[in-house]
């Protein structure tokens, strides 16, 4: 079975499948190589892409933090001259661009969710509960706490 019939990109996300399969990839592949250096049982790229595809089909449409619209137009469309010229002000329109973040899930592996990239850099390498944690933290800051 072929990989785009595999992996049919949601109506609802609005984005060529060409496009899709290619950003699914990427983002397997990178995440990957990272945990391949992570864990110590056997992890496949078509586990990975498997895993993220059905996070996408789960809540693809809305970071799964903070329940915000994602654009998925932006997929594929940062350029590294760009953000080098228009710096963090470049950077901030890509807030609601699909990213994948990590979960812990069954057995020590890994699960993952879709969320904005401003939320998953926020969000960095803190686990769900430490993260609420900060940001209880911050919100409690600014309501004079």
């Given at each position: 079975m072929r990989e785009t019939s595999r992996y049919t990109v949601p109506k609802a996300l609005g984005v060529d499948q060409t496009i899709y399969i290619r950003w699914l990839r990427r983002k397997a592949k990178a995440h990957l190589d990272r945990d391949r250096k992570r864990v110590t049982h056997e992890i496949t790229g078509e586990e990975y892409r498997r895993l993220i595809h059905a996070?996408?089909?789960d809540h693809g449409t809305h970071d799964f933090y903070t329940g915000e619209a994602l654009n998925w137009s932006l997929i594929s469309t940062y350029d590294n001259?760009?953000?080098?010229?228009?710096?963090s002000?470049?950077?901030?329109?890509?807030?609601?661009?699909p990213t994948v973040d990590h979960i812990s899930g069954e057995n020590g592996r890994y699960d993952f969710v879709i969320c904005g990239w401003r939320t998953?850099?926020?969000k960095n390498d803190l686990a769900y509960e430490e993260f609420l944690d900060l940001c209880r933290r911050v919100v409690a800051k600014a309501d004079g706490g």
């Open positions: 996070a996408v089909c001259k760009k953000s080098a010229e228009g710096r002000r470049y950077k901030a329109s890509f807030a609601l661009l998953n850099d926020a």
